[in-house]
Nanobody
Framework: QVQVVESGGGLVQPGGSLRLSCAAS????????MGWYRQPPGKERELVAV???????KSEDSLKDRFTISRDTAKNTVDLQMNNLKAEDTAVYYC?????????????WGQGTLVTVSS
């Protein structure tokens, strides 16, 4: 069983910064990808950025200049640094982990952490 725990959400003013952290633990054979998705109020869940082992990072183009993902493969952690935050960045942010068992892959999601950008 794999557990995924996020931290770092909260209220921030427009133009501010916030750093989200995520850690995966448990019975992990291998992690093939870790990253972040978000779900704005009333909208579908959308990609922010995901780092894939051996394949680099896949990011939403519109966020690349403000959001930076960093993954520590030794610690099974992934952080999301968010700068110059805007009201439209308000969302629940979910950590995403894709695990490999040697036979198949499966996805694990964190419980989500709320980021609110408001003055």
């Amino acid at each position: 069983q794999v557990q995924v725990v996020e931290s770092g959400g909260g209220l921030v003013q427009p133009g501010g910064s916030l750093r989200l952290s995520c850690a995966a633990s448990g019975s992990i054979f291998a992690i093939v990808a870790m990253g972040w998705y978000r779900q704005p109020p009333g909208k579908e869940r959308e990609l922010v950025a995901v780092h894939r082992s051996g394949a680099g990072t896949k990011s939403e183009d519109s966020l690349k200049d403000r959001f930076t993902i960093s993954r520590d493969t030794a610690k099974n952690t992934v952080d999301l640094q968010m700068n110059n935050l805007k009201a439209e960045d308000t969302a629940v942010y979910y950590c995403y982990v894709r695990c490999a068992t040697g036979y198949s892959d499966f996805d694990v999601w964190g419980q989500g952490t709320l980021v609110t950008v408001s003055s």
